[in-house]
């Protein structure tokens, strides 16, 4: 059972900073690729960072391009989590973000998640 669990969501002012967490089990690490994806009101859900499983393609990672040069993705093996460090917030960030688990294959371009955490809030606004 692949079990996601994400939290730091919350509110930044533009130009801030928040470390969204995606708790999972090491099994979950090893098999599969884990990313972010965010859905803003009135707009279709998108992948934003994405990182290969363990024993797949090791640390391959995406990037929607919105995001790159803000976001960054790694993890800890230790503590069986993801992060999201995200910095230079902007209100168009504002989203809810969903964790969330898929094969590989897809998940090089942060596509087709087949497991998802409950979601966190995020909003950025003066």
Known sequence: QVNL????GGLAQPGGSLRLSCKTSAYTLDYFGIGWFRQAPGKEREGVSCISSIL???NVTYYIDSVKGRFTISRDNAKNTVYLQMNNLRPD???VYSCAAGADLHFRKCQSPS??????RV???S
């Open 115 to 120: 497991h998802w955490g409950q979601g966190t």
């Open 93 to 95: 960030d504002t989203a």
């Open 123 to 125: 909003t950025v606004s």
């Open 5 to 8: 669990v994400e939290s730091g």
């Open 56 to 58: 797949g393609d090791e």
